[in-house]
């Protein structure tokens, strides 16, 4: 009888214990929209600390490919992947053309596009005419609406993710991220006067970048799931700023992993600016908060204006938050 | 001494090595910077010139490129229609070229057939079977060759175009470079790129072997500033030339790189891992920058070795020169110890002390010259002195006996009967003195005579005993004064040759009718003291003082005194007695000491005490003048 006892219990500790780990742990696949750099470093941080473990998720973060010219919505849409990291107009525009995606967290909380050129930027009209770089796969939405408005016609010149078009001198100007292709080309020419650059932040298009998105349906049906996943995500990235040096070591692991061509110090520039463009500038906290209303039906106006949406679309259909 | 003598041959060693020790720095010095600033200007030179001798070998292996695609040019831009002959020359361009990787000729979109976005024949090696080739078609979804660098550049540019290092992950799998043709209509329009691809490792094998020193590295540069070649694997097409300065703040490197990265042939000194290096740079044809690395460490390792040698010799030459030039030098002044052995010794008064021979006519020998004079005129000195100090001691000696002698001629007793009392005391001012004084009592008559020889010392001692002599004598006769006194005159004045002379007061007093007679010979006035009355000066006829002149006739005169009356008779010792502010005693006070005179209890007494006064008055004063006191009671 005793004997029962004891082997039900070992087998009823062991059945529980199987129960929960597995049940406790749901499995997420993760997506960036871009091959691994520090600008995704709050997500490492967060796998490589558990934090997406306490929050019951099994995450597994998958890259792009390196000369994939698909985006990561394409993936998500197609539903190789649940949640991904994305841009905001990108999404925009993909919801109004019928795609039920939603934002569950915003992390960039400021425009990091700038425009650099080969001759000095005394007015936007200098670029009138000229051959501008832009990524393939879009992201120069604003920079389109920005030029309508100051009645610039530019020649796009569509790159895949190098800035050897610019420095071989095979068009004038180019797009590019503050966080990347910036010190890309400073690494590349060794200087950039100021006067050649433009940042879109400062010329009143401060728009909010990156931030975390899932197809309406999976929101609808994992909730409280994306209410932990963007709480470890946060927590990610206050970790990462908080110990910079660890996340750069994080960030470097997951760059040979996916043998992404960088080193140490290009990374430390990155991340440097990704945490600074996290700072709120309403509010001056790093608080992840969601796009703000206003700027965001300014936005849709532009976005309409330049053909980019037929019609606004709603804020709350798009942007949605947690209470927690 | 002995350690005297060898720090003075240290110290003149020392200075010597020290002079010596800055003109050896000197020299070096000059002859090191000398031999550097040549051997910097040589390996300049050298660096520069074996860079460049690199770099037009590497731009052999790229001329190969870019002629194989050159000459096929002409055959697509004629063939550029043909599907199947496009794909024979990308095979062709391969099997003539085995250093090449790929081929390809790449039609911009729908630039082929307008149906068909992508048209890409493309040819590599199969690395399994040698000079097989495979051809495909590239271009794909996956592959959107149009917006690639090395098609899209050399597209927008309409040159020809060396693309940057690139990671080929979808075909060869290997870091390549292309040099893609851009391939121009009638137009003038692009329509294809035509290129091939060199694998890295090709292009950069022998960059490794560019070492003119042992740790001369090389650099290879891309457009983009990332790395060709980095001795560093890990850094090619990870970083740039501008990662590793920037990071470090380093704007001796950032200016090196960007002169570099702008086309520019040059040279530059920098720092490196361990110490400073020479950094010579060129950029080949196709715009992509080299350097050559060479630590001066290694540089100068040679010419540092030969300087380290010679400053070595120097030091053991300088360490030999101290020692020898010691050892000369303590042998060349062992005299100089000898010479102040005998100096002392001179010194203790020995001067017959050995002064060393020396003959070698310098300085050396002027000192021992100088020496042994010394040691002769100190010798001949002392001599004399001893002499001279033996007679002075032998004269006096003769003055002390002269001065007893003197002494013992004054009468030394003292008259004290119940008629009259007498006592005199002579101080003379040196050994011996020029003051006199006699007296006697024969019969009833008391004769005495108080005299001053002029000057002091022995020739007035002399005169004074003639005098006394004479006195003693004449004063025997019975004669009256006057007459005593001029015979005394004419004995002294008979053959005086020196003017001396000598006054005096002589005196006879009869102690029965207390008559004196007296007569003064340009003498003192005697002091009367009356009894119960004032003293005063007695009047006397001066006359003469004695010694003079021969024959003159002294006059007496006489005076009758009562009992109690007391006489001081003096010389002019006694008045012209000195403070150390040359007032004199005086006759004033003289008359004032005499009026106390009958305090004293008798004659000694009263001699004692002018004595004292005096001694008390000149308040140390030296004696000036030989002082004479006699007192004369008549009771």
Redesign the interface.
């Known amino acids: 009888m005793r004997f029962l006892r004891y082997i039900s219990a070992i087998l009823l500790v062991a059945a529980s214990s199987a129960a929960a780990s597995g049940q406790s742990l749901t499995s997420m696949r993760f997506r960036p929209q871009w091959t691994a750099q520090a600008q995704f470093a709050g997500y490492y941080v967060a796998a490589e600390k558990g934090f997406f473990k306490e929050e019951g998720i099994a995450l597994q973060i998958d890259h792009l490919p390196l000369n994939s010219t698909e985006s990561s919505l394409d993936a998500l849409l197609r539903g190789d992947v649940d949640v991904i990291s994305n841009q905001l107009i990108p999404s925009i525009v993909a919801r109004s053309q019928g795609r039920k995606i939603v934002n569950i967290l915003q992390v960039s909380q400021n425009s990091a596009l700038m425009c650099v050129s080969h001759s000095p930027i005394t007015a936007p009209d200098v670029l009138h005419g000229h051959r501008v770089g832009r990524w393939k796969s879009g992201f120069h939405e604003l920079a389109e609406i920005f030029f309508n408005d100051e009645h610039v016609e530019v020649e796009w010149v569509p790159f895949i993710r190098s800035i050897n078009l610019f420095v071989s001198g095979a068009v004038d100007a180019t797009l590019c991220y503050s966080y990347s292709e910036y010190f890309e080309l400073l690494l590349a020419m060794g200087e950039i006067n100021p006067i050649c650059t433009m940042r879109f932040s400062e010329l009143g298009y401060n728009i909010p970048e990156d931030g975390v998105y899932v197809t309406e349906q999976y929101y609808n049906s994992h909730k409280e799931l994306l209410a932990g996943f963007a709480r470890a995500v946060r927590k990610g990235w206050d970790y990462a700023r908080e110990h910079k040096d660890e996340a750069l070591d994080i960030v470097m692991r997951e760059i040979e992993k996916n043998n992404v061509s960088s080193n140490r110090y290009m990374q430390k520039l990155m991340l440097d600016e990704i945490l600074r463009l996290q700072l709120n500038p309403i509010t001056s906290e790093y608080d992840y908060a969601p796009v703000d209303v206003t700027l965001y039906d300014y936005l849709q106006k532009g976005l309409v204006s330049n053909g980019n949406i037929k019609s606004p679309v709603e804020y709350g259909s798009l942007i949605k938050t947690f209470e927690d | 001494m002995k350690g005297k003598h060898k720090r003075f041959a240290d110290r003149l060693s020392a200075n010597v090595l020290l002079i010596t020790s800055i003109l050896i720095l000197v020299t070096l010095t000059i002859v090191a910077l000398q031999v550097f600033t040549d051997l910097a200007e040589h390996s300049r030179e050298d660096a520069a010139r074996d860079l460049h001798t690199e770099i037009l070998r590497m731009e052999e292996s790229l001329e190969e490129a870019e002629v194989a695609v050159s000459n096929a040019s002409w055959v697509v831009n004629d063939m550029r229609k043909d599907e199947e002959a496009l794909k024979r020359i990308t095979r062709q361009i391969l099997l003539s070229n085995p250093y090449l990787r790929g081929a390809s000729v790449s039609f911009i979109p729908y630039g082929f057939d307008p149906e068909v976005k992508y048209f890409a024949p493309y040819s590599i090696r199969n690395e399994a079977v040698p000079d097989a080739v495979f051809t495909f078609q590239r271009g794909s979804?996956?592959?959107?060759y149009p917006?690639?660098?090395w098609f899209?550049?050399p597209?927008?540019?309409g040159k020809p175009?060396w693309?940057?290092p690139y990671?080929d992950?979808?075909n060869t799998g290997l870091q390549l470079v292309s040099y893609a043709y851009p391939l121009k209509d009638d137009a003038g329009s692009v329509y294809a790129v035509l290129s091939v691809d060199v694998a890295l490792t090709d292009l950069i094998g022998l960059v490794d072997e560019l070492k003119p020193y042992p740790n001369s590295m090389s650099l290879l540069v891309a457009?983009?500033?990332?790395f060709i070649y980095h001795p560093d694997k890990s850094?090619i097409?990870?970083?740039?030339i501008?990662?590793?300065p920037?990071?470090a703040g380093d704007t001796g490197w950032?200016g090196i790189?960007?002169d570099m990265?702008a086309g520019k042939t040059g040279l530059a000194e920098a720092e490196g891992w361990s110490g400073r290096v020479l950094v010579v740079y060129e950029t080949l044809r196709n715009g992509w920058p080299m350097a050559l690395i060479s630590p001066y460490r290694d540089i100068f390792r040679d010419s540092s070795r030969m300087i380290n040698f010679l400053v070595i010799v120097a030091i053991l030459s300088l360490l030999a020169l101290f020692f020898v030039s010691r050892k000369m030098i303590l042998r060349q002044t062992q005299p100089i110890t000898e010479f102040s052995f005998a100096a002392l010794s001179m010194a203790k008064g020995n001067f017959q002390s050995h002064i060393p021979e020396v003959a070698s006519g310098d300085e050396m020998q002027n000192l021992h010259d100088s020496l042994e004079y010394m040691q002769k005129s100190v010798s001949s000195y002392i001599a004399e002195l001893k002499a001279t100090t033996a007679s002075n001691e032998r004269y006096a000696g003769e003055l002390d006996i002269a001065r007893k002698i003197q002494l013992n001629m004054l009468p030394d007793f003292r008259i004290n009967d119940g008629r009259v009392g007498l006592h005199a005391v002579m101080c003379p001012a040196k050994e011996v003195g020029g003051d006199l004084f006699d007296y006697q009592i024969r019969d009833k008559y008391l004769y005495f005579l108080v005299g001053d020889v002029s000057g002091k010392g022995v020739p007035a001692a002399l005169f004074m005993a003639i005098t006394r002599a004479a006195f003693r004598f004449i004063s025997g006769l019975g004669l009256d004064i006057s007459k005593i006194v001029g015979r005394v005159n004419n004995t002294l004045a008979e053959g005086n040759k020196s003017t001396m002379f000598v006054t005096l007061f002589a005196g006879k007093l009869d102690l029965e009718t207390l008559e004196l007679h007296f007569c003064n010979a340009g003498h003192n006035p005697v002091v009367i003291v009356p009894p119960g009355g004032k003293p005063y000066f007695l009047k006397v006829k001066p006359n003469i003082a004695c010694g003079l002149f021969e024959g003159f006739a002294y006059e007496s005169e006489s005076i009758t005194l009562e009992k109690g009356t007391r006489l001081f008779v003096y010389t002019d010792g006694v008045t012209e007695a000195e403070k150390a502010d040359k007032s004199q005693y005086g006759e004033d006070r003289l008359l004032e000491w005499a009026a106390g005179m009958d305090r004293y209890a008798d004659e000694e007494a009263a001699v004692e005490g002018i004595l004292s006064e005096l001694r008390t008055f000149a308040a140390g004063n030296e004696q000036n003048d030989d002082i004479t006191a006699m007192a004369i009671t008549l009771k």
């Open positions: 979804v996956d592959y959107d917006t690639m660098d899209q550049i597209q927008l540019l175009y693309s940057d990671f992950e979808n457009k983009n500033g990332s850094r097409m990870n970083s740039t501008f990662s590793e920037m990071e950032i790189a960007r990265m």
